[in-house]
Each structure stands twice: as structure tokens, then as C-alpha cells.
């Protein structure tokens, strides 16, 4: 399996930005599609981005154009790099891992993926 561990959150302005970044520990991580997912209190959690092995990449539309996902092989480490927060982006963002998926799947099934981080905070005021 993989363990997934978050790390980045934080407080932020509208405007600002802050990188997600999520370690990936165990076995065979080049081989699963990584994604970040994130839950606001009282709403359901949504796909955010998807990377599959390759590097093909997936968006939800709220994000096109100021999140971008990346992934560090060597590092067994993926990243969100979020740019022109805004206040409905505040949530809990986890990192998940599954290796039967791929980037244009894995947001549409937000409960459907295999390994969960704990999540990490982020936090935007207006």
C-alpha cells in the first residue's frame, strides 16, 4: 500500500497562494494517479486535481487556470500549486492515491480512491 502524508496548508488572503505538498510512502508509487481532493464543513468532497503515472493531468473547472498539480517521481511527492485564492477555496484538502484509476476518473468518484492523507487545512479570507 501507500501512506500519504499533507503538508502546506495554512492562512491566506484572497489573492494569495500557497503549494500543497503530499509524501508518498510504501511500494510502487510511479504506478497509482494521484489526486487532491478537498471538504468544506457541511458540503461534500469535491475533485480538485488528478495526475495519472504518465503526467496527464485533470482539473475541476474552478480551478483551471489557478491551481496547477505536479508529481516528483524521485521524491515520491505530489504538489498543488494554488494561485488567486479565493474565500471558497477554504477547506480540508486531502491527497489520495489509487492505481486502478486514471486523472480523468479519479475526480468523479471522490470517495473512490484507494489511500487517503489525513488532509490539510487551508484557510482564505477575504
Known amino acids: 500500500g501507500v501512506q500519504l502524508i499533507e503538508s502546506g496548508g495554512g492562512s491566506v488572503q484572497a489573492g494569495g497562494s500557497l503549494t500543497l505538498s503530499c509524501v508518498a510512502s510504501g511500494s510502487s508509487y510511479d504506478d497509482y494517479c494521484m489526486a487532491w481532493f478537498r471538504q468544506a464543513p457541511g458540503k461534500e468532497r469535491q475533485g480538485v486535481a488528478a495526475?495519472?503515472?504518465?503526467?496527464?493531468?485533470n482539473y475541476q473547472d474552478s480551478v483551471k487556470g489557478r491551481f496547477t498539480i505536479s508529481r516528483d517521481h524521485a521524491k515520491t511527492t505530489v504538489y498543488l500549486q494554488m494561485n488567486n485564492l479565493k474565500p471558497e477555496d477554504t477547506a480540508t484538502y486531502y491527497c489520495?492515491?489509487?492505481?486502478?484509476?486514471?486523472?480523468?476518473?479519479?475526480?468523479?468518484?471522490?470517495?473512490?480512491?484507494?489511500?487517503w492523507g489525513p488532509g490539510t487545512l487551508v484557510n482564505v479570507s477575504s
Open positions: 495526475i495519472d503515472k504518465d503526467g496527464s493531468t
Open positions: 489520495a492515491a489509487d492505481r486502478r484509476t486514471n486523472a480523468n476518473y479519479a475526480l468523479l468518484y471522490p470517495y473512490g480512491m484507494d489511500y
